[in-house]
């Protein structure tokens, strides 16, 4: 058991660690109408930069999830740091939006390491109920980055251009390869490491697609996920662009928003001691359902103005703060066995249906209407995989798991 001052200091670092995924998301997002002006491109073309950034994130966490189950925790994870680092780096004198593109699959990939190795060390160190409250901790502290991301980014283009934010997130890079070296220990002992090379990751990803529990749990985490990036895709052009609003009111718009996420991701806490992850769950997404589609018809018909726009989105933010620790926690209860590899399933899985809710927002025009769509549509379609594939009856046996550390 873990005394309460150790998990606040793994927290504490792994949030530090993952918070560099939403940074590198959605610190540049105030630039992105900068970007079309520089490099004299459309708004489709620079919301595939965001799309390349998920996409690397997606099959980065599927390489490195099965290579953290082989070989520990720490290598990959500073590994990826440092191909972030460079990659971040090139960013800076990227010529044309095509290079900005790849080079933001290549910091997407690099990523990727701090998402699977962060949640795979909590899997190694608790289970249950315990596994779903310390992850709510941890997505505050994760939560600190999409607030303070688009306001880092609104600030750094008071004194230099978009460039500037990829070099900040260098800098940030180098202080968290210092961080994971010094206050990382590793969490995987060689006894439980997995061996087997390729043929064994094959077969060890075959069977967790077989478990259609598992397979259900993961698809309504990414496409809780995708009603998130449809938000964090859009909100930019759709604030500045369509209500007018300037860099750092939508930097505060943007983090209201990511408040309230946060806030739901700790009241889950209060809920879980008092209800199954389950039942969290089923009333987070029918939450969020209702909300997204008032949301759709604020942004057609304009009634309430920005503020009814608002409000909707952030119920839908919250909602989805309240279901995102719970599906995460309830799929890798079932396979704590190979934790590395079932948490890049389930992180390529939400960072792949966000790298495709993303260039959506795009192709049906940037505007509220086009965002509300793919917003609603995201919560609408996990409720029903959660109520038709996954069937929250088949849940109640994983709340059996021990709730408490597991110890090393």
């Not at 980065?60 to 740091?81: E, H, K, W």
């Not at 607030?147 to 990829?166: E, K, M, Q, S, Y």
């Not at 590793?186 to 077989?210: F, H, I, Q, W």
């Not at 990036?229 to 505060?252: H, I, K, P, T």
Request: glycine residues 12%; proline residues 4%; hydrophobic residues 60%.
């Amino acid at each position: 058991m873990k005394s309460r001052g150790q998990r606040l200091k793994l927290v504490l670092v792994l949030g530090s660690l993952i918070a560099v995924g939403p940074l590198t998301i959605d610190m540049y997002l105030p630039a992105l109408p900068a970007i079309v002006t520089d490099f004299a491109t459309t708004s489709a073309a620079v919301q595939l930069t965001l799309t390349g950034t998920l996409a690397g994130l997606a099959v980065g966490q599927l390489l490195i999830g099965p290579l953290s189950d082989a070989v520990g925790r720490r290598r990959p994870l500073i590994a990826g740091l440092l191909l972030h680092i460079v990659a971040s780096a090139l960013c800076v004198i990227a010529p044309n939006v095509a290079v900005l593109g790849v080079l933001r699959v290549v910091q997407g990939l690099g990523v990727a390491a701090t998402a699977v190795v962060a949640m795979a060390v909590v899997r190694d160190l608790f289970s249950g109920a315990a596994f779903a409250t310390l992850l709510s901790r941890l997505l505050l502290v994760m939560g600190a980055a999409p607030v303070l991301a688009p306001t880092l980014g609104g600030g750094v283009l008071r004194w230099t251009d978009w460039r500037g934010v990829f070099v900040v997130l260098a800098v940030f890079g180098v202080l968290l390869v210092v961080l994971a070296t010094i206050a990382l220990p590793e969490t995987l002992p060689p006894v439980r490491r997995r061996r087997g090379g390729v043929v064994a990751t094959v077969r060890t990803y075959g069977g967790l697609l077989r478990d259609r529990v598992f397979v259900g749990l993961v698809l309504v985490a990414g496409l809780a996920m995708a009603a998130l990036f449809a938000y964090v895709a859009g909100s930019s052009f759709v604030l500045q662009d369509g209500y007018g609003l300037d860099e750092q009111q939508f930097g505060l718009a943007f983090g209201a928003g990511a408040i309230g996420l946060i806030g739901a991701t700790q009241y889950n806490v209060r809920l879980l001691r008092r209800y199954p992850s389950q039942w969290i769950l089923v009333t987070s997404l029918a939450a969020g359902t209702v909300a997204g589609l008032a949301l759709v018809v604020f942004a057609a018909t304009g009634f309430g103005g920005l503020p009814a726009l608002l409000v909707s989105l952030w119920l839908v933010l919250a909602a989805a703060g309240l279901a995102m620790p719970n599906a995460p926690a309830l799929a890798l209860s079932r396979h704590g066995e190979a934790a590395g590899t079932a948490s890049a399933l389930l992180g390529a899985v939400q960072f792949g249906v966000g790298a495709v809710a993303a260039p959506l927002v795009g192709v049906l025009g940037t505007g509220a209407v086009a965002m509300a769509l793919v917003v609603a549509g995201g919560m609408v379609a996990a409720l029903v995989v959660l109520l038709v594939v996954v069937r929250p009856s088949q849940l109640a046996g994983l709340e059996a798991a021990p709730a408490v550390a597991v110890a090393h």
